[in-house]
Structures are given as C-alpha cells and as structure tokens.
T-cell receptor, first 113, second 113 residues
Framework: QKEVEQNSGPLSVPEGAIASLNCTYS??????FFWYRQYSGKSPELIMS????GDKEDGRFTAQLNKASQYVSLLIRDSQPSDSATYLC?????????????FGAGTRLAVHP | DGGITQSPKYLFRKEGQNVTLSCEQN?????MYWYRQDPGQGLRLIYY???????QKGDIAEGYSVSREKKESFPLTVTSAQKNPTAFYLC????????????FGSGTRLTVV
C-alpha cells in the first residue's frame, strides 16, 4: 500500500463548479497534512495545510481532515480555468525521529469554460 | 526576499558523467530536502538533512550523493551509478524538524544526452 494515495484523474469540472479532490494516507500517527498546487513545468506551491479534524477554509479553498478514516480532501469552490493544475496531497511521516514529507502522485484538475 | 534558489534551471548530462545540482536558501531553515519528479508522477524523496553535517537517505537514494557543510546549502550530485537520471529535481526547506509545510525551489530539469 502506498503511503499517500490519490486518484490521478483527470478531474474535469465546468467553470464555477465545485472541484473535490481526495487523498488517503496509511500512517495512523501522522499529524500534518498539506495540499500543493503544481502547474506544468513548475515547482509545487503550498495552498493549504491542516492539522486537526474538521474543515479549514481559506478563500475558495476548503481542506477537510478525518483522521479516523485517514482521509484528507480539498474542495475548490467557484472553480476557474486558472485552477487547472495538478494537486498534490502530502503528509508528514516520522521515520527514525526525522520528519519527512511524503507526496501522493497528484490529481490533475481541468476546469473548462 | 527570502527563498530557495536552485541552479541551473536546465542541465544536460552525458552518459557516465557526474553532475551537481545546486540548492541555496536564505530562509534560515534547518531542514533541507531533495525530491525527484518523473512525468505524471508525484515527488519521491532522495535525501534529506535536518542539521549541518548530517543527512539521511530517502526512498530513492541509490546513485545520488549529498553534502551539508553549511546551513544554507545542500548540493545534490547525480553520479554515473544513477541509471535513469532524466527527471525534474526539486529542493525544499523547512523551518525546523516540525509539522510545517515545505518551501520549494524552482527546480532543475536534468536530461541525459
């Protein structure tokens, strides 16, 4: 089982709709979860972090965390064509006393006008 | 402005040649990381370092080497032992061995010719 799993997509949504991106992780003791956005050929950009169960909202983005189900999601409201990118879910895993950030393979989102 | 600088942006390597990718940060971050990204895939951890003069192997360290002689610098050498080095290489840093998200450099695209 991969440590962080995402549906690779592509997820296609019309402009103005809600895009829902999902992620599951295997390490039950993980406490820190992130969503990065990556445009083609560019480096990842941190858009959301979440540490507690429940929802965290920032503008059009909402991250949701359910530690019991080992599930993290990202909702993008009022999707815009500029949101078209790959979204990477990442989880901090502790290994031998060192923290390291483990990434899923990413979900490609396409927002069409 | 603080940030992470990777150089060069593009690098071409001949078969059997070692090449070194540069990563410098002025964020006063303790931890630094090297990731590799292949087309359509997520990021895989190569090496990481939490403090000067100390580093650990990530999930795909074979064929790579690093050094951490200064807090600001974490160069990655891709050796001739790495049989499939063509990829996008990303350097990242983090404030401490903590649960905070990572900041990424702009990446180096390495191609074997």
């Amino acid at each position: 089982q991969k440590e962080v799993e995402q549906n690779s997509g592509p997820l296609s949504v019309p402009e103005g709709a809600i895009a829902s991106l999902n992620c599951t992780y295997s390490d039950r003791v993980s406490q820190s979860f992130f969503w990065y956005r990556q445009y083609s050929g560019k480096s990842p950009e941190l858009i959301m972090s979440i540490y507690s169960n429940g929802d965290k909202e920032d503008g059009r983005f909402t991250a949701q965390l359910n530690k019991a189900s080992q599930y993290v999601s990202l909702l993008i409201r009022d999707s815009q064509p500029s949101d078209s990118a790959t979204y990477l879910c990442a989880v901090i895993v502790n290994s031998g006393g060192y923290n390291k950030l483990i990434f899923g393979a990413g979900t490609r989102l396409a927002v069409h006008p | 402005d603080g940030g992470i600088t990777q150089s060069p942006k593009y690098l071409f390597r001949k078969e059997g040649q070692n090449v070194t990718l540069s990563c410098e940060q002025n964020l006063n971050h303790d931890a630094m990381y090297w990731y590799r990204q292949d087309p359509g895939q997520g990021l895989r951890l190569i090496y990481y370092s939490q403090i000067v003069n100390d580093f650990q192997k990530g999930d795909i360290a074979e064929g790579y080497s690093v050094s951490r002689e200064k807090k600001e610098s974490f160069p990655l050498t891709v050796t001739s032992a790495q049989k499939n080095p063509t990829a996008f290489y990303l350097c990242a840093s983090q404030r401490t061995n903590s649960g905070y998200g990572y900041t990424f450099g702009s990446g180096t695209r390495l191609t074997v010719v």
